[in-house]
C-alpha cells in the first residue's frame, strides 16, 4: 500500500517542473488525483475508489483539508451510492503529507444498462497556514474531474425491480421466526436462574444478618462483666486476707482490672463459653449470666496502664468515666504489673494492699455507673471539667 501511495505520488508530481522548489509548493501546496479499481461495472456490483492527496508542510507554509467532507457519510456521488469507506494511516514525506481514502461504491437503475455514467466532479476544501503568523488563510476548493464508468447489463432491460430485497421470503421469515423463539427460551431460562441465584444470596444474606444480631445479641453486657471483676477482687481480698500474696494472685488481681480497665475506656472483651469445673486460664475472668438457662463465660482483655494514662491525657474514655476512676485503675495496674513480671521474688504486700483497695473503690464505682438508674442520672447530669457527672468522681 505504500509503494502503491508513493508511485501514485510520483505520477501526480510529473506534472510539476520541480515539486520541492518554494514556489512551486505555494503556487500548488496541494494535489489529489483519484482513480477507481475498474473502468466497467454491472449494476449493482461494488468497486473501489481510492482518493489521494498530498499537501505541502514546510516550515514557511502548511495545507489543511477538511477531512469530514470526505467521510463516506458526507461524500455525494449521486448517481452512485458510497456503501463503505475507509481512511489509511498518513505517510509523511518533506516537503509533502500524503494521505489517502478508500471507498466502496455501487449503481442501482435499470436506466443505465448499457451507457457510460460518469463519477461526478467533487471539490476539496482547503486552507493554507502561514507558520510565520500562524494565519489560515481564505478557503479555498480544488475541483477534481469526473470520471466516466461504463454499465454493463447482465439483466434484461426490461426488468425493474433490481432493488427489490429477497431476503424476506416466507424461508428467510421462517428461520427468523424459529431462532427468535429460540433465543426468547433462552432468555428465559437464564432469566429463571438469575432469579434463582438473587432469591438465594437474598436468604443468605437473611440469614447471615440475623446470625449477626444474634451474636451481637449474645455479647456480655457491661454490667455483667464489671460485676465479675468485682466479686474477683472481693473473692482474692479474702483470700489474701486467709493466706496472704503471691505471685499467682497478683496475676488473678491484674486479669480483674484490666477486663474491667476495658469496660471502662469501652474497648472489646474477649469472651468464650466455657465449662464452670474447668480451671480457668491466666488472664481470663469468670462471667456468670442468666437465671432459668445460666452460661458461664470467661472474659480477658489486654489493657494496660499505659492505655488508662492515655485515656486520661486525651479524654478517649469512649464511657463517661471520671478521672479519679481512672487514676485509681492505672495506679493499681502498674503497681500490680511491676510486682507480677518483676525479677525480685519478695512481694511488697503493703503496696499490693493499696493497690488492691484501689481497684476494689475503682470496680466498684464502675460497676454503679453501670445501673440503669445511674446511667439515667448521669445522662442529665451536667459533666465537670475533668469527665463525668460530679457524683460519679
Request: net charge positive; aromatic share 6%; proline share 5%.
Amino acid at each position: 500500500m505504500v509503494g502503491a501511495v508513493l508511485c501514485a505520488a510520483a505520477a501526480g508530481a510529473q506534472t510539476v517542473a520541480n515539486p520541492a522548489a518554494p514556489a512551486a509548493i505555494e503556487r500548488d501546496p496541494i494535489r489529489c488525483w483519484w482513480r477507481t479499481d475498474q473502468q466497467a461495472i454491472v449494476v449493482g456490483e461494488q468497486f473501489t475508489l481510492t482518493l489521494t492527496c498530498s499537501v505541502a508542510e514546510t516550515s514557511t507554509l502548511s495545507a489543511t483539508v477538511n477531512r469530514d467532507s470526505l467521510e463516506p457519510r458526507a461524500l455525494q456521488l449521486t448517481p452512485f451510492e458510497v456503501v463503505s469507506g475507509e481512511r489509511h494511516e498518513d505517510i509523511l514525506a518533506p516537503p509533502w503529507r500524503y494521505f489517502q481514502n478508500t471507498y466502496r461504491v455501487r449503481l442501482l437503475g435499470s436506466e443505465f444498462f448499457g451507457q457510460d455514467v460518469k463519477l461526478p466532479s467533487f471539490g476539496i476544501t482547503y486552507r493554507v497556514v502561514s507558520n510565520a503568523n500562524a494565519t489560515a488563510g481564505q478557503e479555498q476548493t480544488l475541483l477534481l474531474p469526473a470520471l466516466p464508468m461504463r454499465v454493463m447489463s447482465l439483466v434484461p432491460k426490461e426488468a425493474n425491480d433490481i432493488r427489490d430485497d429477497w431476503s424476506s421470503a416466507f424461508g428467510g421469515i421462517e428461520r427468523r421466526r424459529v431462532r427468535g423463539t429460540g433465543e426468547l427460551v433462552a432468555g428465559s431460562i437464564a432469566l429463571g436462574f438469575a432469579v434463582v441465584l438473587f432469591g438465594a444470596a437474598f436468604v443468605r444474606a437473611i440469614v447471615r444478618s440475623r446470625a449477626t444480631k444474634r451474636r451481637q445479641a449474645a455479647a456480655l453486657p457491661a454490667g455483667s462483666v464489671l460485676r465479675a471483676s468485682a466479686a474477683a477482687i472481693r473473692a482474692l481480698r479474702r483470700d489474701v486476707q486467709r493466706d496472704g500474696w503471691n505471685l499467682e494472685r497478683v496475676g488473678q488481681a491484674l486479669a480483674a482490672l484490666r477486663v474491667a480497665a476495658a469496660v471502662a475506656l469501652g474497648r472489646t472483651v474477649a469472651q468464650v463459653a466455657v465449662d464452670p469445673e474447668a480451671p480457668l486460664r491466666e488472664g481470663q475472668v469468670l462471667v456468670k449470666t442468666g437465671v432459668f438457662r445460666p452460661a458461664h463465660m470467661a472474659v480477658s482483655a489486654p489493657t494496660g496502664e499505659r492505655a488508662v494514662d492515655r485515656a486520661r491525657e486525651t479524654g478517649g474514655a469512649r464511657r463517661p468515666v471520671s478521672s479519679t476512676r481512672l487514676e485509681q485503675i492505672g495506679e493499681s495496674l502498674r503497681a500490680f504489673s511491676t510486682v507480677r513480671y518483676s525479677r525480685n521474688e519478695t512481694l511488697d504486700t503493703t503496696a499490693l494492699d493499696a493497690a488492691l483497695e484501689r481497684a476494689e473503690q475503682a470496680v466498684s464505682g464502675l460497676r454503679l455507673r453501670s445501673w440503669w438508674p445511674a446511667r439515667a442520672a448521669g445522662g442529665v447530669a451536667k459533666p465537670v471539667a475533668n469527665g463525668g457527672p460530679a457524683w460519679f468522681r
